[in-house]
């Protein structure tokens, strides 16, 4: 492909495991009716956004995590937070940046998004 | 007050100067009719939950900026720039945590946070 | 009109005065674009819904005061709080229902509709 | 425990049964990665918000019924049906709350929350 | 029933078939709890809106398509990709509109669509 | 500059005059904090997702329109009113697909777009 889908691809190697991106980008889902989606996450996403510096990788999946959250996005809250972990945050660390925004936007969706962690994490644990 | 009120006090001063914290509090616009307020967040949001461990004030005021970013929250996205600037971020970082939510969030609010980080940056610099 | 618009003709006049009512009507700064939208609004959220049973004025106006504070709707919320007050809610009790809102969707929106509320009470002040 | 949560415990005996209450304590999902959580919930939001005055039980989960249906909380949703009917709400004037929010939030919200309510509902209907 | 209920069911004919309008309308799962709310979207979402000129039932299916996606209103986005299928847009567009909104709304809600998307058609593959 | 940078500009030709082009990007007002943001939006919005087949400009910006109208987000509900009429649908085409969202977002940000919307119309006017 192209250089901005290399860089991007490289940037996500910081978040997945290798095994997991080639699953990712020859097993897409959604490639039968939206072909280009896999291809504009990882070129603009990750080659254009994720790449830049001034944050480290643990410091991007937190911001990530919260605005997933906040956003009350299911299958990417999991998704995100299992990439934070292999980024390097730990478990506790990603459960009190959900609790952190419990002030901000109130119980149901921290509650919500503590309960897909624990399934994240015991689906790590079994990994293991 | 009471502990917790000192404890919410205490860990604000990671965020906000002495003054700035002592006109919140002696002189809050909503006293009037919510008097209760100021007291629930300082005792609340910062002696419960800022004040806790694993993450630093860093850390923490970028997941705030994520999640008032992403929720559209005006008043609040400048308040928590400010407070994420004297916590120690850097404008560099507070504007790459924002841009890291584009992907997520899309243009228009990043573009609106953008406009607001413009306004607290330029503020503080006539400050200096 | 119809049947449906003085049924919500005769709903409003729960929620604004006569004089409100009148202007609001004859007044319409959105009419020369959508010069129906507000017959719909009268026909369908007074005449259809508002005008039901079960739920008394005032109940109806905490239930759309939690919802336009809660989506973060400025001028609803300042027009849904004189509502209220017009229907028999005291001031007290809307700051109490905007409180209650706090754990569940969080400072941000919960201060900016209490802002907005103090600027309703206000102004009600001047008009005695 | 302290005073600020047992007289979240005693207002929440306004909202769930003795027994209910005893197994959200005891029998905490979350516990395992968010020991603190349940205890928040408890003294903040019943202890400090709940319990507070202006407003009795019924209009108070009116209140937060039409939050956690404009926010599309789905577990929430449930949750705080349950609790209304338990406040003294009847399903009546529960189904009439989610209705009054259709002119605010459109059908979409309103009759996902609908389908929860008549879950609910048919829940109870068999535990009688 | 009434002129603007049938204008509504007339109007309900270009986005779905006979046999599902019948099955919509005597088969209603709410119509216990809520016995109005099916004669209310027939009434005011098509009869007084959708039958509205200006803009074809393609056009007025894309916009519907686009607000619920933005949304994140599950069950309504396959309900509404289905109709625009039946009002003449095809796979491909309806896939175009939902990328469209990937630089407003972010990956999230768009890759939710898509997966939803890819099961409506699916299925209608199967009813052929 | 690049490829996808051109390829977005021209894409924007079908949206903006060739006058508001130049000074949206000799002009940028986030540039001395940002000065990405408007390359990414110009090669990623314009250049990867505009330029698409399968919808024209006017479905597009209907689709752009419905999103943020939907979003709440004010500057940019003004911004694609105005791209949405110089890509050639009329102001009627415009206030129709607001009022078509009403079923599905409720009334408070149809009212707030359609007041966004007049004063775009007028702006316009007044320019001729």
């Known amino acids: 492909m192209n250089e901005r889908f290399n860089k991007g691809m490289e940037?996500?190697?910081?978040?997945?495991?290798?095994e997991?991106?080639?699953q990712m980008?020859?097993?897409d889902a959604l490639a039968h009716i939206?072909?280009?989606l896999r291809k504009l996450i990882v070129e603009y996403a990750y080659g254009d956004i994720y790449s830049r510096g001034e944050l480290d990788a643990k410091e991007r999946a937190l911001v990530v995590i919260s605005t997933v959250v906040t956003q009350g996005a299911a299958p990417q809250t999991k998704t995100h937070i299992k990439r934070g972990l292999y980024a390097g945050l730990t478990e506790a660390q990603i459960v009190e940046a959900i609790?952190?925004?419990a002030p901000y936007?109130?119980?149901p969706r921290v509650q919500?998004?503590?309960t897909l962690a624990s399934e994240v994490f015991a689906a790590?644990?079994?990994n293991v």
């Open 112 to 114: 919500n998004a503590l």
């Open 105 to 107: 936007i109130g119980f």
């Open 25 to 27: 980008v020859s097993n």
């Open 11 to 18: 940037t996500m190697r910081q978040y997945v495991s290798e």
């Open 34 to 36: 939206a072909p280009d």
């Open 124 to 126: 790590q644990q079994q």
């Open 99 to 101: 609790l952190q925004l």
């Open 20 to 22: 997991e991106l080639q």
